[in-house]
């Protein structure tokens, strides 16, 4: 499906470890007035199992909730793998000799790698390579807020759709595609000490650490950048604004890069005069 696509590349260019069982304390934010409460999560897309991270601070906010935020609602997977053939699939020359060794390496057929446009070439490696180290999405922070939105009847809404999501890697142009590919390429070989380092990182709430490895290979890029991170941090802090204007509580999870770093959604809501706390827990 399509966050099986999107979410390990998020990890490595937006974008566990030895934390099996271990409890972890990752960052949380909150907004409010004197009748709406907005909870900020950052969430790592792609998890090994047994890290306790739901609990806490963070299952409290949750529990007080009366809907959940996310990226993207669950997709139907055939209509995403259609729409994904048909604007990833391409009929040009050969990517460079080091795409394919890359893709052979990770166990796609020689060639095969060749057909996908720049973009899904680039999710299709880091999606291997997520794999590879040992993470999962099925394991990752999304699947449990929804799967325990779901048991608590709590509706669960999307700041984004899957469709829109790949438009915005098949808008990129010809060069940040390129661009793209070519950082996925040159970061494989340390995709597992890079997703060890930043979910510990997660774990401890050093949400800077986080933020500065999950957008590290969009920086690359400038568009890549601006596609990625620096329009939709604009979009998820209007909604937010706007949604301080009705009363209720609401637990928003976003992808840990938008919640650090140089204009952040925390750095946007307070230009507009919000005030955002760090939840200590």
């Known amino acids: ?36 409460t907005i909870y900020l999560f950052g969430t790592v897309h792609v998890l090994k199992p047994r890290m306790h991270w739901f609990d806490e601070g963070v299952r409290v906010a949750f529990d007080a909730s009366d809907e959940v ?14 729409l994904t053939a048909q604007l990833g699939t391409r009929g040009g020359p050969p990517f460079a000799p080091e795409v394919d060794a890359a893709a052979r390496d990770l166990g796609m057929p020689t060639g095969a790698i060749d057909k996908q446009e720049p973009w899904l070439a680039a999710l299709t490696l880091a999606q291997l390579a997520v794999k590879n180290a040992g993470y999962d999405s099925g394991n990752g922070v999304e699947a449990t807020l929804s799967e325990a939105a779901e048991d ?12 829109g999501q790949l438009m915005l890697f098949d808008g990129l142009s010809g060069a940040a595609q390129s661009a793209m590919l070519d950082e996925t390429v040159r970061a494989l070989p340390g995709t597992k000490a890079r997703l060890d380092k930043f979910v510990a990182a997660w774990a401890k709430g050093d949400a800077e650490s986080v933020g500065a490895e999950m957008n590290r290979g969009a920086l690359a ?16 802090a209007d909604w937010v604004a706007a949604r301080m204007n009705q009363p209720g509580t609401v637990f928003v999870a976003v992808g840990a890069g938008h919640l650090a770093g140089k204009g952040s959604v925390q750095t946007l809501l307070a230009d507009k005069g919000l005030k ?3 939840v200590v827990y």
């Not at 399509?2 to 974008?15: D, G, T």
């Not at 890029?221 to 998820?236: C, H």
């Open 152 to 163: 608590a009847g709590k509706p669960v809404k999307a700041l984004e759709s899957a469709r």
């Open 276 to 278: 955002v706390e760090r």
């Open 1 to 36: 499906m399509l966050k099986r696509l999107i979410a390990p590349l998020a990890a490595l260019m937006l974008s566990s470890c030895s934390l099996f069982g271990e409890d972890a304390d990752p960052a949380l934010w909150v907004v409010k007035d004197a009748d709406t």
């Open 69 to 82: 935020v996310l990226e993207i609602a669950e997709p139907d997977p055939q209509a995403i793998a259609a």
């Open 221 to 236: 890029s400038p568009e890549v950048a601006d596609a990625l991170i620096t329009r939709r941090n604009a979009r998820f």
